[in-house]
């Protein structure tokens, strides 16, 4: 899956045409779901649609993480990555709608600019991220454990700033993961991803983006009263 630099026969077009078309379908349910008053309605009264998205999201995840034969195998890999797609499109809607839409629009505007700003730089840069990964463990578990201790004072009362922290932790890892993935993909570092893995590399790109987005709007975001 991930490999010491080598020749990639698929192209980034080929991925970011992937990831184009997953932003276009989040872009549009989450535009739904926070401009739509009666679909904000009927989701908050419906529970049981986010929950059974997160199930799939969750198994469709770990089919396109874990197993190579159904991630490498064409349609069957597309199909998952669309199952993958709209379940997270639906769980991020979902969040969104919690929110004010100009708070939303504003998040939206300021993860582009974020998501721009780090691919420019993974393409310009000397600097090796893919060989960083003991950085972005590092990473990985400082946000784990800021979240786990988060939901623990939780329901002893709501610390807005330590929320904040989290926020900002979450979109700082995620945004080197970002640099990492599109490293990975443009194969110019050390490491580089195998050429049949075009799926899964879309994957990864997308996933962070949209926590990008998600980390920043619980950072900015101003939710409904």
């Known amino acids: 899956m991930i490999s010491p630099m080598m020749h990639t026969s698929h192209t980034p077009l ?14 549009a349910i989450v535009v739904l779901f926070t401009f739509c008053e009666p679909v904000k309605i009927y989701i908050h009264a419906n529970p049981g649609w986010y929950w059974a998205s997160y199930v799939l999201f969750f198994i469709t995840y770990l089919t396109l993480s874990c197993c190579a034969e ?4 064409f349609p069957w ?3 998952l990555l669309v199952i993958f797609t709209l379940c997270l499109s639906y769980m991020t809607g979902m969040l969104s709608s919690f929110y004010n839409t100009k708070s939303v629009m504003i998040c939206l505007g300021i993860t582009a600019l974020v998501c721009l700003s780090v691919t420019i730089f993974s393409f310009q840069t000397k600097i090796d991220v893919t060989s960083c990964q003991g950085v972005l463990f590092v990473l990985c578990m400082v946000v784990f454990f800021s979240g786990l201790i988060f939901l623990i004072v939780l329901p002893f009362g709501y610390v807005p700033w330590l929320h904040a922290v989290y926020a900002a932790l979450g979109a700082l890892a995620f945004s080197v993961f970002l640099a990492f993935d599109t490293q990975l993909l443009m194969g110019s570092k050390h490491y580089s991803i195998s050429p049949e893995e075009y799926v899964f590399a879309a ?23």
């Open 77 to 79: 890999n597309l199909l």
């Open 70 to 73: 159904p991630r490498r195998r």
């Open 14 to 27: 080929q991925v970011y045409t992937i990831i184009m078309i997953q932003l276009l379908v989040t872009l």
């Open 203 to 225: 994957l990864n790109i997308y996933l962070d983006i949209v926590y990008i987005f998600t980390f920043i709007l619980q950072l900015f975001g101003s939710q409904h009263d």
